[in-house]
């Protein structure tokens, strides 16, 4: 065997070798998690920016972007960098408060569902005023989440043993206007559909306060935070 042949063969075994054992980027095939520009895909691929190019297995890296393409990635990209608000506001009337637990929480200002593609931080934001009727009224409210589209809702909970985050109490003379404001900060898990409520129940220390509501308002927004999560690139 000659010895150009040899090192002809011994090159063709090296490109198989070296795409045998080469680790994909992001789940493409087509891009080595080697490159220098491995992280920018990855970034575009966890922000929905581009999922693919043929098929999902392939990133296409030289082919080049017509302007309908660019128009798409650049849309994706506005997406991805500003915050998502969902906001409710609205009025319920009048309002039979639920007791304590475990009766079901009365449930306001309901956003809709939303998914995070990557790991993201969420900023809750929520107002709520209630007019006692002829009676005085005392209450609670907190926050809820739900991560089944709203089949079951969960309070937020911290400490140990766990406990609604916040649970502001409110009271108010018959006839009068109370309310209570909320806040709240955390991390939004990725690929999963959250809602986000503000549940209300009565507050039985306050003696006496045995009265409903006569009209409520109620305020909600959650904003989806482009905060990185702990694993770069995200």
Same mark, same amino acid.
């Given at each position: 065997?000659?010895?150009? +042949?040899?090192?002809?063969?011994?090159?063709?075994? @090296?490109?198989? @070798?070296?795409? @045998?054992y080469a680790l994909p980027c992001a789940g493409f095939t087509d891009v080595d998690s080697t490159s220098p520009f491995c992280p920018n895909v990855e970034w575009l691929k966890n922000r929905a920016v581009t999922t693919g190019c043929t098929s999902t297995t392939l990133y296409c890296p030289t082919d080049p972007v017509s302007r309908l393409a660019m128009a798409a990635f650049m849309n994706r990209i506005g997406k991805a960098l500003s915050p998502q608000i969902l906001?409710?506001?609205?009025g319920l009337g009048a309002t039979t408060l639920p007791g304590e637990s475990p009766d079901p929480a009365l449930l306001v200002?309901?956003?809709?569902?939303?998914?995070?593609?990557?790991p993201r931080a969420v900023l809750l934001n929520a107002s709520f005023t209630g007019l006692a009727d002829a009676g005085a009224v005392a209450y609670r409210v907190f926050w809820l989440y739900s991560?089944?589209?709203?089949?079951?809702?969960?309070?937020?909970?911290?400490?140990?043993?766990?406990?609604?985050?916040? =649970?502001?109490? @409110?009271?108010?003379a018959a006839?009068?206007?109370?309310?209570?404001? !909320? =806040?709240?900060?955390?991390? !939004?898990?990725?690929?999963? !559909?959250?809602?986000?409520?503000?549940?209300?129940?009565?507050?039985?220390? +306050?003696?006496?306060?045995?009265?409903?509501?006569?009209?409520?308002?109620?305020? +909600?927004t959650a904003t989806i935070l482009n905060a990185n999560g702990t694993t770069s690139p995200f």
């Open positions: 065997m000659s010895s150009t +042949l040899r090192f002809m063969m011994a090159a063709a075994f @090296a490109v198989v @070798a070296g795409n @045998a906001k409710r506001t609205g200002c309901i956003t809709d569902a939303t998914t995070a593609t990557y991560d089944d589209n709203g089949t079951t809702w969960q309070g937020i909970e911290e400490g140990n043993p766990p406990a609604p985050i916040g =649970t502001p109490r @409110a009271s108010s006839n009068q206007w109370s309310g209570v404001s !909320l =806040t709240y900060a955390g991390d !939004l898990e990725p690929n999963v !559909l959250f809602k986000f409520a503000i549940g209300i129940r009565r507050d039985s220390v +306050l003696t006496g306060t045995t009265g409903n509501f006569a009209a409520t308002r109620c305020q +909600l």
